[in-house]
């Protein structure tokens, strides 16, 4: 299968190397310094593109490869909330998306239990539920789309609670959501749920950034020949 890089930094490496090893072909990388490649054969070329970027140039990069009919793998977070005009535009160039806050085979089905924990836990009133995520110094966005994914995850099932909120909560409807920023951590998620007698907690904690970049490749396989959005569930078929 032939891959466009779009984002070529820490994690584009990663993602270089396990497309490589899983026997594919690199035909175009595409960083800040060289964005007139959207338009070339090259990346024209690509049977789909991985893009791995910054919030900031995310949905320029998704609506150039719309335009240029190459399907796209987004791992970017910090857009969410332009999510459906991402979509519409992609529907209306007949283009094809593939999107999740977090690839990694892990982090997926600690959503699925973080969802079955909070159905449950709507029933338990006597539980306050918190979030704390922790990142490396570099991530921009806080909280993570990962840590944003879990929350609405948790709000979908929790009667009490309507809205996430950073750091601290002032009221009782609301899930706090604590970001800390430190070293060079991979990334690592934990759901509390604390009473007076005792507190209930799930825990995701990334070892290296390689079990992202696998599922970025393998959600790369899923999506080449396909058309529409498509997401994690799709391709574990949760």
């Known amino acids: 299968m032939k891959i466009a890089l779009i984002g070529y930094g820490k994690m584009g490496h990663e993602i270089e190397q396990i497309a490589l090893g899983r026997g594919h072909q690199i035909v175009s990388i595409i960083d800040m310094n060289n964005t007139s490649d959207f338009k070339s054969d090259a990346f024209r070329s690509a049977d789909v593109a991985i893009e791995f970027t910054r919030p900031a140039v995310a949905i320029g990069n998704l609506s150039q490869c719309f335009d240029a009919q190459v399907p796209v793998v987004c791992g970017t977070t910090g857009w969410s909330d332009q999510i459906d005009t991402v979509k519409k535009e992609m529907t209306e160039k007949?283009?094809?998306?593939?999107?999740?806050?977090?690839?990694?085979?892990?982090?997926?089905?600690?959503?699925?239990?973080?969802?079955?924990?909070?159905?449950?836990?709507?029933?338990?009133?006597?539980?306050?539920?918190?979030?704390?995520?922790?990142?490396?110094?570099?991530?921009?966005?806080?909280?993570?789309?990962?840590?944003?994914?879990?929350?609405?995850g948790i709000l979908d099932e929790i009667a009490r609670k309507d809205k996430w909120v950073k750091e601290q909560e002032t009221k009782p409807q609301e899930l706090a959501i604590v970001s800390k920023r430190e070293g060079t951590v991979p990334g690592i998620?934990?759901?509390?749920?604390?009473?007076?007698?005792?507190?209930?907690s799930i825990k995701h904690d990334a070892k290296t950034r390689r079990g992202f970049a696998l599922g970025a490749v393998l959600a790369a396989e899923f999506t080449a020949g396909k058309k529409g959005f498509i997401t994690m569930n799709d391709l574990l078929k949760f």
Not at 100 to 127: E, Q, W
Not at 189 to 200: A, C, L, P, V
């Open 94 to 152: 007949h283009a094809t998306l593939f999107w999740a806050s977090n690839f990694s085979l892990g982090v997926n089905i600690f959503f699925a239990v973080n969802r079955y924990l909070a159905k449950i836990m709507n029933s338990y009133p006597d539980y306050n539920v918190s979030m704390v995520e922790v990142h490396h110094t570099q991530k921009l966005d806080a909280p993570s789309g990962t840590a944003i994914t879990l929350a609405e």
């Open 189 to 200: 998620h934990e759901i509390i749920y604390e009473s007076e007698m005792d507190t209930i």
